[in-house]
């Protein structure tokens, strides 16, 4: 087994990366692999100067610092998986420092906006049953500032008995609780009683057993895949007249959270409801806001002329 699969492999099992940063991982780890087979060299016979000259090579392609920071931090991760399990005697990449990535402040929405977007969920399906379904979606990401994996995977068990608490099982299959609003609250009630009744359809049709997700579709992940989301999300937004660039399922949690702080929400909380591990994730939130209260009185102080 190569070191980039034993790596991967321990990873899943010791850490619960999910699918998503394994693919990552190994993304980046087999072009760092790639560039050193081009010259002559493998991972177990690099060295820093190697490794060095591999972020040289990034930087000229053009990457962007981010990419560059992502993918020393799998080289890191790989060497020091290789020195812990006794396969290299040393660590080359452990005194290596990444490129500054500069901190930009995540989009959001207005809460004008975010309303247009969920009265687009009520009005723009074809079926009822498509509006009620993109309305419970919404509802649900806007309430709750779930991931969009964690939303299109949650199992119907989570939605049963009306609660006014949503269990979710988040990155590393760490689980947190986040409260429903009211129209949330209405708006899963009303999908679930509408996927039920075709669920029982199908039954009584075909016999097919029913769906352990939120969600079903016919696809192999057997619910509705963060890609058709997002490409949803962008036909409600040119639906309710807002450029779709400006929106993804990762802009309505960043404007749920923003939101929730400039109404006095406790960042702590936030931090919790979002599922971050470290505060300092969080703490981008409060950018937003010193930025929007910035413009503010350079807009409408007396003295900002001067």
């Not at 099982?169 to 949330?184: C, D, I, T, W």
Request: aromatic letters at 4%; glycine letters at 8%.
């Amino acid at each position: 087994m190569s070191w980039i699969d034993r790596f991967l492999e321990a990873q899943a099992a010791e850490r619960g990366a999910a699918l998503n940063s394994l693919l990552a991982y190994r993304r980046d780890l087999e072009d760092f692999a790639a560039h050193l087979g081009a010259r002559g060299l493998d991972l177990a016979g690099a060295g820093r100067g190697d490794i060095e000259g591999y972020l040289v090579a990034c930087e000229a392609e053009g990457l962007a610092a981010a990419t560059r920071a992502r993918r020393l931090s799998a080289i890191r991760g790989l060497y020091r998986f290789a020195h812990e399990e006794g396969l290299r005697a040393d660590d080359p990449a452990i005194r290596i420092s990444g490129p500054a990535k500069p901190k930009a402040l995540p989009k959001t929405l207005s809460p004008e906006q975010v309303n247009a977007l969920l009265d687009a969920a009520e009005a723009m399906g074809k079926s009822e049953a498509e509006r009620l379904r993109d309305t419970c979606l919404m509802q649900l990401l806007y309430a709750t500032g779930m991931r969009v994996t964690e939303l299109v995977g949650l199992p119907v068990t989570a939605a049963r008995g009306d609660p006014r608490m949503l269990l979710v099982r988040g990155k590393g299959g760490k689980e947190r609780l986040v409260p429903l609003s009211p129209p949330a609250r209405n708006a899963l009630r009303a999908w679930l009683a509408q996927r039920d009744a075709e669920a029982e359809a199908a039954r009584v049709e075909t016999g097919a057993p029913p769906s352990p997700h939120l969600f079903p579709s016919r696809g192999k992940a057997g619910h509705l895949t963060r890609v058709w989301f997002h490409s949803r999300i962008k036909a409600l937004a040119a639906h309710a007249g807002i450029d779709p660039a400006r929106v993804s399922p990762h802009v309505l949690r960043h404007a749920f959270a923003t939101h929730l702080l400039s109404g006095g929400a406790d960042l702590r909380a936030i931090q919790a409801m979002l599922g971050h591990a470290d505060i300092s994730t969080t703490e981008i939130y409060t950018h937003v806001l010193e930025s929007r209260l910035r413009d503010l009185v350079l807009t409408h102080h007396p003295l900002a002329e001067r």
